[in-house]
């Protein structure tokens, strides 16, 4: 077996990868989480508000995946099957834990009291600016998270994900307009907040 070049690797499209692996080409799989592990991570981390348990729940996702490879559609794309598995998954590990609320502050060793969502840097030498975008991001990201789960969930998958609607209406099984019309209520929602 030899070693394929990146460049090589993104000239193989997801289709043909899933049905090298279906025919033996196992290692092939490593393309498939290179290519798509951090958008996972990042959409279920989005869902479900916890990044070290969504660093798991992608492992499991990936898992999954490939043990269901041979239940895939080819007529379909394989991000938009790979994401309403995550989905799928996000929402399942949500229900599981729906006593427990995702706490939007957290206490430090001294005592202070910090925001538990990341931080978001700037490139901006301003450190008023720094502070400014800083604070915005943490309101934006304590806002999605006091979403309900479907809006939290079509954001993550439109803003950060980076699906269009129609990916988005094949990945929920909601007709277009549908999900138009949700993303457009979750965003008055996120503006209100």
Same mark, same amino acid.
């Given at each position: &077996?030899?070693? #394929?070049?990146?460049?090589?690797?993104?000239?193989?499209?997801?289709?043909? /990868?899933?049905?090298?692996?279906?025919?033996?080409?196992?290692?092939?799989?490593?393309?498939? +989480?290179?290519?798509?592990?951090?958008?996972?991570?990042?959409? !279920?981390?989005? &869902? /479900?508000?916890?990044?070290?348990?969504?660093?798991?729940?992608? @492992?499991?996702?990936? !898992?999954?995946?490939? @043990?269901?490879?041979?239940?895939?559609? *080819?007529?379909?794309?394989?991000?938009?099957?790979?994401?309403? /598995?995550?989905?799928?998954?996000?929402?399942?590990?949500?229900?599981?834990?729906? *006593?427990?609320?995702? $706490?939007?502050?957290?206490?430090?060793?001294? =005592?202070?009291?910090?925001?538990?969502? *990341? %931080?978001?840097?700037?490139?901006?030498?301003? $450190?008023?600016?720094?502070? #400014?975008?800083?604070?915005? =991001? @943490?309101?934006?990201?304590?806002? /999605?998270? =006091?979403? $309900?789960? %479907?809006?939290?969930?079509?954001?993550?998958?439109?803003?950060?994900?980076?699906?269009?609607?129609? %990916?988005?209406? %094949? +990945?929920?099984?909601? $007709?277009?307009?549908?999900?138009?019309?949700?993303?457009?209520?979750?965003?008055? !929602?996120?503006?209100?907040?």
């Amino acid at each position: &077996m030899k070693k #394929r070049t990146a460049e090589e690797e993104s000239a193989l499209e997801d289709g043909e /990868i899933v049905r090298r692996i279906l025919d033996g080409e196992e290692e092939l799989f490593e393309v498939l +989480v290179r290519r798509y592990q951090a958008r996972v991570l990042s959409h !279920v981390a989005r &869902m /479900i508000g916890s990044r070290d348990d969504a660093m798991d729940l992608s @492992q499991e996702i990936l !898992v999954k995946v490939f @043990q269901a490879l041979d239940r895939y559609n *080819p007529e379909y794309k394989f991000s938009t099957w790979l994401f309403r /598995i995550a989905g799928n998954a996000a929402i399942d590990h949500l229900r599981k834990r729906r *006593p427990r609320t995702v $706490p939007l502050e957290t206490t430090d060793p001294r =005592g202070d009291s910090k925001a538990s969502s *990341p %931080e978001y840097r700037s490139s901006e030498l301003d $450190p008023y600016a720094l502070l #400014r975008n800083t604070e915005r =991001g @943490q309101a934006i990201a304590e806002a /999605i998270e =006091g979403l $309900p789960a %479907e809006f939290r969930e079509l954001i993550a998958l439109r803003h950060f994900t980076g699906l269009s609607y129609e %990916e988005i209406a %094949e +990945v929920k099984a909601m $007709p277009l307009g549908t999900v138009k019309n949700k993303l457009f209520r979750a965003r008055a !929602v996120l503006k209100e907040r």
